[in-house]
């Protein structure tokens, strides 16, 4: 598998597509346990993100992603802004000067995303964030070793519904306590749109 800019960017666009269909749902998943902008602010960022690299050229991957990540940065409010833009920036690292990238490389630069948000969320696996759509996600692509992106999207959306179980243990949610659990995270379900995207993209 190749994984050039052109790809890269059709993959933003189709996550953006879906962000923008789900927009009112991850509003409503936010209102139940957080602040209730999930979904504007996810919306608000991707579009953003779609408009400028649509047009520009890129000479690789790395600056591409550079471009994903300070926008969500700039754009998107709340914690997601810093922990989506913070995966984008760490991908864009991985992937600095490569104008295609194959599975091992693709997975990698994933893992690194998966790192940046873990070290930017301070969040564990169990803790009813996007880390449990990540982690689990990253764990079996590391263990395939090829990018298997509709059974990884599908393990995406397992662990998403899985969430709904957990109680809350970080941000504004943890303030709920035990009356978090019943609810899908937000986060978990905007990562889940994102793998989803990427399996689109690599699959069809």
């Not at 993959?11 to 923008?20: E, G, L, M, R």
């Not at 919306?43 to 471009?67: C, H, M, P, T, W």
């Amino acid at each position: 598998m190749a994984f050039g800019v052109e790809q890269a960017k059709r993959w933003i666009s189709i996550a953006n597509d879906h962000i923008q269909q789900q927009k009112q749902y991850l509003t409503e998943l936010d209102q139940a346990i957080g602040d209730g902008d999930h979904g504007l602010n996810m919306a608000r960022g991707f579009q953003e993100v779609v408009e400028k690299i649509a047009s520009a050229n890129y000479e690789d991957l790395g600056s591409l992603f550079k471009d994903v990540s300070m926008t969500l940065i700039a754009k998107v409010g709340g914690a997601s802004g810093p922990l989506y833009g913070t995966a984008f920036l760490k991908m864009s690292m991985a992937l600095a000067g490569k104008k295609e990238a194959d599975d091992k490389e693709l997975i990698a630069a994933l893992e690194a995303a998966l790192d940046g948000i873990k070290a930017r969320g301070k969040a564990n696996v169990g803790e009813k964030t996007m880390v449990d759509v990540w982690e689990p996600v990253m764990e079996f692509l590391r263990e395939k070793g090829s990018l298997q992106a509709k059974e990884a999207a599908l393990l995406a959306k397992e662990k998403m519904e899985h969430t709904k179980e957990l109680e809350a243990k970080k941000g504004r949610a943890a303030y709920l306590g035990k009356r978090s659990i019943g609810h899908i995270d937000p986060g978990s379900a905007s990562s889940y749109l994102l793998f989803a995207a990427l399996a689109e993209e690599l699959e069809g």
